[in-house]
């Protein structure tokens, strides 16, 4: 593991963050971060699933099969586009927080 120089100011800041030591407390700044992300992913997916009235998995067999109306649209497309992103940015940041809670425990 490497060494990091902090700036003062920061470390005083680190004062308002729960851990034992710097090491805990910057892996608690990180996850409150990716659970932060975590959130405003969910909140576009709550806009997008009710939009459309189904899930992400749900629309895309829709689309798959031909039932979404007007798939071909701009709007549409442009949906299905922001909606597999923040999907996909979800569950890649979950992987995270699972990956960091392993370690944790070790």
């Known amino acids: 593991m490497g060494t990091v120089d ?3 100011d920061l470390l005083e800041g ?3 963050v729960q851990g034992k030591n710097i090491q805990e407390k910057i892996f608690n700044l990180v996850v ?4 932060l992300r975590v959130k405003e992913c969910e909140e576009y997916l709550f806009r ?6 189904m899930d992400f998995e749900s ?3 829709a689309w798959d099969e031909g039932e979404i109306p ?5 709007e549409v497309e442009r ?3 922001e909606w597999e992103g923040f999907y996909g940015e979800r ?3 979950f992987r995270t927080l699972k990956a960091m809670r392993m370690k944790e425990r070790r």
């Open 59 to 61: 629309f895309v067999r």
């Open 32 to 35: 409150n971060n990716v659970l």
């Open 48 to 53: 997008f699933e009710s939009k459309y009235g």
């Open 70 to 74: 007007e798939r071909h649209s701009h």
């Open 91 to 93: 569950r890649k940041l």
């Open 6 to 8: 902090i700036a003062e």
């Open 14 to 16: 680190l004062d308002f």
């Open 79 to 81: 949906d299905f586009m």
